[in-house]
């Protein structure tokens, strides 16, 4: 058969009894070798795999709570380390906890941290500028980065404090401040040909 140990090579043989000879305990620590062998960038490779396709989830739940304080209780940081089963039905509507308000919302891979602060101001009534929002003890920002990019799976639990440092306002003028910005950016292109209502004379 091939591969048996009388068609090793010599070089293998030397090397080995030259280990034992060199090591003063006699003691080998055993090696595995695959035939072929495991490539390491094929295994890097599949688990990026894997984690894109767990990434790219669409109409998923996950868990936002509102804390009131300075520090989380440590019951709210060990479920932000840890994932939840994506399956399980939860209620979309607030409910109250012992340290605070916790609603589940409907989010995909692809929405923004942008659109998900925008969320938990609907939910919870926090502003979105004084949202500090936490997975685990790691803070979530870069409003124009996804839930994606910061590996945020289906089932996960966040948490939220209110910095209190911005003034309440309502909702309704942050779409409204959106929806101006949109217009004036519209605005900037008047007169050039990347407008969509275009009237020209030809002289």
């Given at each position: 058969m091939s591969g048996s140990s009388?068609?090793?090579?010599?070089?293998?043989?030397?090397?080995?009894s030259q280990d034992e000879v060199n090591d003063g305990n006699g003691s080998r620590q055993p090696v595995v070798r695959t035939i072929p062998e495991i490539c390491k960038d094929c295994i890097g490779e599949r688990e990026s795999c894997e984690l894109m396709q767990k990434l790219n989830y669409s109409n998923e739940d996950i868990n936002v709570t509102f804390v009131r304080g300075k520090e989380a209780p440590r019951s709210i940081l060990e479920a932000s380390e840890t994932t939840s089963e994506p399956d399980q039905r939860a209620s979309k509507r607030s409910r109250k906890t012992s340290y605070g308000n916790s609603v589940n919302l409907k989010v995909s891979g692809s929405t923004s941290i942008y659109q998900l602060k925008m969320m938990i101001w609907e939910s919870l009534g926090v502003v979105k500028e004084?949202?500090?929002?936490?997975?685990?003890?790691?803070?979530?920002?870069?409003?124009?980065?996804?839930?994606a990019d910061f590996n945020i799976?289906?089932?996960?639990k966040l948490w939220v404090q209110d910095s209190e440092i911005h003034e309440h306002r309502d909702i309704a003028d942050?779409?409204?401040?959106?929806?101006?910005?949109?217009q004036s950016a519209e605005e900037g292109f008047r007169g050039t040909l990347l407008t969509a209502n275009i009237s020209s004379e030809v002289v």
């Open positions: 009388g068609e090793m090579p010599m070089g293998e043989e030397h090397r080995s004084n949202q500090i929002l936490r997975k685990g003890s790691r803070i979530i920002d870069q409003e124009c980065a996804t839930l799976f289906p089932g996960d942050e779409l409204a401040d959106r929806k101006m910005d949109a």
